[in-house]
């Protein structure tokens, strides 16, 4: 025989277990891929009862949820598949040799440009534009003798201060600046720019999700205008590689900590599946981002490498921030972190499916 105050406890254990299996099962449900989102996974709609507040990289959650938002980089796994891979593989298969008019020429160049903020410029190039680093990601492809050299040109448009909000219109003057002190340095044109990597954040966020006004939603909204703006600086970009933030935990100030540099990867999950669902359905634009068809208005948008891991905690495949990868406020990288995010695009650029025959030497799309 059990003591009342044993039979009390079991039944209190018993009730808090069937709670909690309940919360689970009313997880948020992954969006249908078919249908255009009303808003990234419901905008004004409170997060599921029980959902996860812990932060976990994208690519490990599973069937797991973040404040009631599924995980994943894309609508049902962590890999392209399905008509956006067709669509992508179609882009790559266009990506040629441009003369500085935009036409077709052996002697050519393939102009794969990085657009965004001092976080961005510091991982593509941390130099001078004609003599990155050689940690840096332009560093060691120039390094690297698989990489294509005879027709690619790498160049960091990115710079030290430019927002998202900096690049959301095609009149900013940050694409005339790329035009005239980055391109034109190289002897380039904007008509040669073919592919682009985006990586932007907001200056002192103030709102996390699951609020309405969340820093992530607002973001996934501008990664939309800055597409439609590459689309038209840059008329013959074929494909567009978005990243969100790399670990903020031991920011020491406002600039972009935690966890605004956790949910930036859901600002970009949200507009490359914007842009999946208004495909599918055939819809004249996405809802609240706008026009996002890459047959009109926008460029193929793809996720380019995820680079959010928590901290000293190993994510799947080994990746680790540490206190000792980031300067003095926290934010930016130091040198090796630099170097991871390099070798991570690095890795992303030559075995992406969509971009390996334009970026590795003697291959064709």
């Excluded at 500085?100 to 002697?107: E, F, I, Y």
């Excluded at 006004?213 to 008329?235: E, M, T």
Aim: charged share 15%.
């Amino acid at each position: 025989m059990y003591s009342k105050a044993y039979r009390r406890w079991a039944a209190i254990w018993t009730a808090a277990v069937a709670l909690a299996v309940a919360a689970c099962t009313d997880a948020a449900t992954p969006l249908d891929p078919t249908q255009p989102p009303a808003a990234p996974p419901g905008p004004h709609a409170p997060p599921a009862q029980g959902a996860d507040t812990v932060r976990i990289a994208l690519i490990d959650m599973g069937s797991r949820t973040y404040k009631g938002f599924p995980g994943g980089l894309y609508p049902t796994s962590n890999e392209l598949t399905g008509t956006h891979l067709s669509a992508g593989l179609t882009r790559a298969a266009r990506i040629r040799p441009l003369d500085a008019n935009g036409q077709p020429a052996t002697n050519g160049r393939i102009v794969l440009i990085s657009i965004g903020m001092s976080n961005t410029t510091q991982e593509f190039c941390s130099g001078p534009v004609t003599n990155c680093a050689s940690y840096s990601f332009a560093g060691q492809a120039a390094l690297d003798p698989a990489v294509n050299h005879t027709t690619l040109a790498i160049v960091d448009g990115a710079s030290g201060g430019q927002t998202a909000d900096d690049w959301d219109a095609p009149t900013e003057a940050n694409y005339d600046r790329v035009r005239d002190t980055r391109l034109a340095l190289r002897g380039l044109t904007e008509r040669q720019v073919q592919v682009v990597w985006v990586k932007v954040a907001h200056s002192q966020p103030t709102s996390a999700l699951p609020n309405a006004d969340a820093d992530a939603r607002v973001l996934s909204r501008r990664i939309a205008d800055i597409a439609r703006a590459v689309k038209v600086r840059y008329p013959n970009v074929q494909q567009v590689f978005v990243s969100s933030r790399i670990y903020a935990g031991y920011a020491a100030g406002n600039l972009n900590p935690e966890p605004y540099a956790y949910e930036s990867g859901f600002a970009v999950k949200w507009v490359i599946e914007a842009q999946i669902n208004q495909v599918a359905s055939g819809a004249a634009n996405a809802g609240q981002y706008g026009d996002l068809s890459y047959d009109r208005g926008a460029p193929w948008l793809a996720w380019g490498a995820y680079l959010w891991a928590d901290g000293s905690l190993t994510r799947s495949d080994g990746l680790t921030w540490v206190r000792a990868d980031f300067a003095n406020d926290g934010t930016h990288p130091e040198v090796s972190g630099r170097q991871k995010v390099g070798r991570l695009l690095l890795q992303f650029f030559k075995t992406s499916p969509v971009t390996s025959c334009w970026f590795l030497a003697g291959r064709t799309c």
